[in-house]
């Protein structure tokens, strides 16, 4: 799949969700993002597309083999620069908006050097 920001936040919403309810629905993101129905349906059908994701008859929203480990990537990535920037003395609150937006454009090799002194690796 493309890379494309909102598909990430999507994968990463489902993700979060995963872990804390038991059946995820296209309503549950929807609520969670506070997007509208038929946007989330739209990108749920991206992500079908992309073999990312699996939707049961019942609605229930699994992940591929492929789109776990994407996701996983993309929270792993949100989590890790979350921690730098709180590291470095940003407040928590704009460290999760900043981490969310810098998750999906910085370069694999910035984030394994962040990651190491976020972690205390350097």
Same mark, same amino acid.
């Given at each position: 799949?493309? +890379? @494309?920001?909102?598909?990430?936040?999507?994968?990463?919403? &489902?993700?979060?969700? +995963?872990?804390?309810?038991? +059946? %995820?629905?296209?309503?549950?993101?929807?609520?969670?993002?506070?997007?509208?129905?038929?946007? =989330?349906? $739209?990108?749920?059908? &991206?992500? $079908?597309? /992309?073999?990312? &994701? %699996? %939707?049961?008859?019942?609605?229930?929203? !699994?992940?591929?083999?492929?789109? @776990?480990?994407?996701?996983?990537?993309?929270?792993?990535?949100?989590? =890790?620069?979350? $921690?730098?920037?709180?590291?470095?003395?940003? /407040?928590? /609150?704009?460290?999760?908006? !900043?981490?969310?937006?810098?998750?999906?454009?910085?370069?694999?090799?910035?984030?394994?050097?962040?990651?190491?002194?976020?972690?205390?690796?350097?």
């Amino acid at each position: 799949m493309k +890379k @494309l920001e909102s598909g990430e936040m999507y994968l990463e919403s &489902i993700f979060v969700l +995963k872990n804390s309810i038991k +059946k %995820v629905h296209a309503t549950d993101v929807a609520n969670f993002l506070q997007y509208s129905k038929p946007s =989330v349906s $739209r990108a749920l059908g &991206i992500l $079908r597309d /992309s073999n990312l &994701i %699996v %939707v049961g008859k019942d609605g229930a929203i !699994d992940f591929t083999d492929e789109g @776990l480990q994407y996701a996983n990537s993309i929270y792993e990535k949100h989590k =890790v620069l979350t $921690r730098f920037l709180c590291k470095m003395g940003v /407040s928590e /609150s704009v460290a999760e908006k !900043d981490a969310c937006r810098m998750e999906h454009v910085i370069s694999e090799e910035t984030f394994l050097k962040i990651k190491q002194i976020a972690e205390g690796d350097n």
